[in-house]
């Protein structure tokens, strides 16, 4: 047990999915796990413990943003010994060739800050993926025939953002799409020698200002879970 998860040490397995929302982990963990079981509701923020193909996995909501995001890994990592965390999230679209829907594999994650803002100091540490993770992402999601794009990612501190140059200066670099935790997730992941990968689905776009229906999220958050676990256990 930590501050801010409420389950035994043996009640996380050693591969996490971590969605943002809570209610996604309910979701994800019903239709993806068997012998799904609830193993942590502080805060609200859940987390389920079952089997995918027989190999325990365990997901555990993130919140939202990089500080809420780091609270859960830094626990997952340091008191549960978590060694393969794969982000599950939605993200907005920053090119004219990623739609709604599409997948998105992080190569790198691009910030402005991150809650280890203080240990780099003057230094701007470069947060990637774990390569093993991305290239079994990869074939898994050409195996599904889902849209996948694999590049660089934005992991912004604001959803409302004030400053609409610097996303034009991201999609001048080919940033392929914005959202608000990998960086951070890749940095600790770095920091103790795990496994990470960002696995996220286009919802919304800022050049186009299209939305994912709600009655679509679903089905195209599904194929991210699938990409995820089946990279997990490649
Ligand atoms: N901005 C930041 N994070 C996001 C977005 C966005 O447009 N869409 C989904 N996550």
Redesign the pocket.
């Known amino acids: 047990m930590t501050i801010h998860i409420g389950a035994a040490k043996d009640d996380i397995a050693p591969t996490v999915l971590m969605p943002g929302d809570p209610y996604r982990v309910k979701w994800a963990a019903e239709t993806f796990l068997d012998d799904a079981r609830c193993i942590n509701q502080v805060r609200g923020m859940l987390g389920f413990t079952g089997t995918w193909h027989g190999h325990p996995v365990t997901i555990q909501g993130s919140g939202m943003g990089m500080p809420s995001l780091s609270i859960y890994a830094n626990e997952l990592i340091r008191d549960y010994d978590a060694q393969t965390l794969i982000r599950i999230?939605?993200?907005?679209g920053m090119q004219d060739h990623v739609g709604i829907r599409d997948v998105i594999l992080a190569m790198t994650a691009t910030t402005l800050s991150t809650p280890s803002r203080g240990i780099f100091k003057d230094v701007n540490f470069a947060p990637c993926a774990d390569f093993g993770l991305l290239a079994a992402a990869h074939r898994a999601a050409l195996a599904k025939g889902t849209t996948t794009h694999v590049g660089g990612i934005y992991s912004?501190d604001v959803?409302y953002?004030e400053r609409p140059d610097l996303n034009d200066q991201m999609m001048r670099h080919g940033i392929l799409a914005?959202?608000?935790e990998a960086a951070e997730l890749y940095i600790l992941a770095a920091r103790y020698n795990r496994r990470a990968l960002a696995v996220l689905t286009v919802?919304?776009h800022?050049i186009t200002h299209d939305a994912l229906p709600a009655e679509d999220r679903e089905r195209s958050f599904g194929d991210m879970v699938e990409i995820a676990l089946q990279a997990a256990f490649a």
Do not use: P
């Open positions: 999230g939605s993200c907005g912004s959803f953002d914005v959202e608000m919802s919304d800022l």
